[in-house]
């Protein structure tokens, strides 16, 4: 009976101390107490209570324990395992080899100060320990090889920077000086140590050439009061841009124009950045006020409007399925030219539809670049054999032009000869599917238009003839609709003046036709008046021509 009172009176006060070093000691009594619970026969009611209360206490108070300790364990083997991690980064350091060992001492007294962990890692993360130390003196006994290299090294860069930062002071641009200033500070920063021999020398020149420098600066300053002012008409100017921007939003549900926009406002915050100081009074203040203020508003309706479209992102693989679909029929179309663009179409009809951002995502544009690929794979292959019919068709031109570049007025060619040569050049375009280059086709064009300028044809025949050409070379012409919109004007103006003059000179015959001598005055406007409607019916005839060969090739005006 004595043991159980001791037992109750060591609960009681293992109860009143519930702490983590007590757990085995709970443990303990615990089961001291349920073995005194069915031992005793002897005890009141109130006393078996009284004992099964503190046995329910034990037991809560102990699982609790166990809790804590599971979950300390736990703390512990992440603890560790953060440890383990920055052991592997020393291998990165770019420091001195003390400030990497200090650190690694460091990690070591924090590795032996960790509690224990699950003795099911236990052996584990030992393991896992003693490989990052041993991957650390690797590297460390190879880091302290090549440090002798780098201090030789870092000693060339140095110098190489002191001169660079010299010539400075021929500048006379503030904004590149602070520039390339603040990159060969910190250069000079980041790299690594030289000799002890020769630190002090360098650092001297150093610090000469970063004062002179800063000399020059003052010196600009001083010539440039107003700078400040102008930066803060900068950032106006800034603020101003990405009020635009944003407003000019509206309500587009278009992710591309949201990430243009952000791309935009992004570009817009570096330039404030790089623009300089522009003053302390509250005017330059509230200008960044306000230009944070905007950038805050468009990032909160970014991320709103992102969220709105989620929804869509369904629509998104549908539309790409679809285009994928689309690339696996065209890949094996062999009308290069057009299926070509129809991919180009294909790819820009994807990147113009939202991303989902998820893994079918990656996996449809696989999908979608295999067909891609296997089609540009399959126009390669053929792009030789296309390469070399394009160069002997245009030898064929060149042939064809060097032809006629002999024939002479004494060939005494008649019409029909010169239009063989058309034909042919004609049968070689449609027969190959080559058009030729820009200079053949000029070159050949002038020749039939030599050639047609040697034939007796009557000038409105001639006239027919030399204008049909014309409109046959207008076809090669690198922007053709263009060219035919600029004819037409061409034509319908000129038949416009001419009988606008026509009229006038009409008009004026009939102020001096009564006169009953002969008038110089009067044939000299006759003959002019005939030169008129001579140059119309040409016109005329020029018009007919041009309005058959529109109606035979509607294509070309539309």
């Given at each position: 009976m004595n043991a159980l009172a001791e037992d109750i009176a060591k609960a009681r006060i293992l109860l009143s101390k519930a702490e983590p070093e007590n757990l085995i000691a709970l443990r303990n009594i615990e089961r001291q107490l349920k073995s005194s619970q069915h031992e005793?026969?002897?005890?009141?009611?109130?006393?078996?209570?009284?004992?099964?209360?503190?046995?329910?206490?034990?037991?809560?108070?102990?699982?609790?324990?166990?809790?804590?300790?599971?979950?300390?364990?736990?703390?512990?083997?992440?603890?560790?395992?953060?440890?383990?991690?920055?052991?592997?980064?020393?291998?990165?350091?770019?420091?001195?080899?003390?400030?990497?060992?200090?650190?690694?001492?460091?990690?070591?007294?924090?590795?032996?100060?960790?509690?224990?962990?699950?003795?099911?890692?236990?052996?584990?993360?030992?393991?896992?320990?003693?490989?990052?130390?041993?991957?650390?003196?690797?590297?460390?006994?190879?880091?302290?090889?090549?440090?002798?290299?780098?201090?030789?090294?870092?000693?060339?860069?140095?110098?190489?920077?002191?001169?660079?930062?010299?010539?400075?002071?021929?500048?006379?641009?503030?904004?590149?000086?602070?520039?390339?200033?603040?990159?060969?500070?910190?250069?000079?920063?980041?790299?690594?140590?030289?000799?002890?021999?020769?630190?002090?020398?360098?650092?001297?020149?150093?610090?000469?050439?970063?004062?002179?420098?800063?000399?020059?600066?003052?010196?600009?300053?001083a010539l440039k009061k107003d700078e400040t002012e102008h930066n803060y008409n900068l950032k106006k100017a800034l603020l101003t841009q990405a009020e635009t921007l944003y407003s000019g939003l509206h309500d587009t549900s278009k992710l591309s124009q949201w990430n243009e926009v952000s791309q935009q406002l992004l570009n817009l915050q570096e330039a404030w950045k790089n623009i300089g100081y522009s003053g302390a009074l509250t005017e330059h203040e509230d200008i960044w006020k306000s230009f944070k203020s905007l950038l805050n508003t468009f990032y909160s309706a970014k991320k709103t409007k992102f969220k709105a479209l989620k929804s869509l992102h369904e629509e998104s693989r549908t539309q790409k399925k679809a285009l994928i679909e689309r690339a696996e029929q065209l890949k094996n179309d062999t009308s290069w030219e057009r299926t070509t663009q129809q991919f180009i179409e294909l790819q820009k009809q994807w990147k113009a539809i939202p991303g989902h951002g998820d893994r079918l995502e990656q996996k449809l544009y696989k999908n979608f670049r295999k067909h891609c690929d296997a089609f540009f794979e399959f126009k390669k292959a053929n792009h030789q054999a296309a390469v070399q019919k394009a160069q002997a068709t245009q030898h064929a031109f060149e042939a064809l032009i060097e032809e006629l570049s002999k024939l002479t007025e004494a060939s005494n060619l008649n019409p029909s000869q010169i239009d063989t040569y058309r034909n042919q050049w004609k049968a070689l375009v449609s027969e190959t599917g080559v058009q030729p280059e820009k200079t053949l086709s000029q070159s050949f064009f002038q020749q039939l238009e030599r050639l047609y300028g040697y034939t007796t044809l009557i000038a409105l025949d001639k006239t027919r003839v030399l204008y049909a050409l014309k409109l046959e070379k207008l076809e090669h012409h690198t922007n053709i609709q263009e060219a035919f919109r600029k004819e037409k004007s061409y034509l319908q103006k000129t038949i416009q003046d001419i009988e606008r003059q026509i009229h006038t000179y009409e008009n004026n015959l009939g102020f001096v036709k009564s006169s009953k001598t002969e008038n110089p005055l009067f044939t000299n406007i006759r003959n002019q008046l005939d030169n008129e409607k001579r140059k119309l019916e040409q016109m005329h005839l020029k018009w007919t021509i041009f309005k058959e060969f529109i109606k035979s090739k509607p294509a070309i005006l539309k």
């Open positions: 005793a026969h002897d005890l009141s009611t109130a006393e078996k209570d009284e004992i099964q209360h503190l046995i329910t206490a034990l037991s809560q108070q102990r699982k609790k324990l166990e809790s804590q300790a599971q979950h300390e364990a736990a703390q512990n083997l992440k603890r560790k395992h953060d440890l383990i991690a920055k052991i592997i980064d020393l291998v990165k350091l770019s420091d001195t080899i003390g400030t990497a060992m200090r650190m690694l001492t460091e990690i070591q007294t924090q590795w032996k100060s960790i509690g224990p962990v699950p003795s099911a890692h236990q052996k584990d993360i030992q393991a896992e320990y003693q490989k990052a130390l041993d991957g650390f003196y690797y590297n460390l006994k190879i880091f302290k090889a090549l440090q002798s290299h780098d201090l030789k090294k870092n000693e060339t860069l140095k110098n190489e920077l002191i001169v660079k930062l010299e010539q400075l002071v021929n500048s006379d641009n503030i904004r590149e000086i602070e520039r390339l200033l603040r990159v060969y500070r910190n250069t000079w920063e980041e790299l690594g140590p030289v000799e002890q021999a020769h630190w002090e020398d360098l650092k001297a020149r150093y610090h000469n050439a970063h004062q002179q420098v800063q000399n020059q600066l003052k010196t600009l300053y």
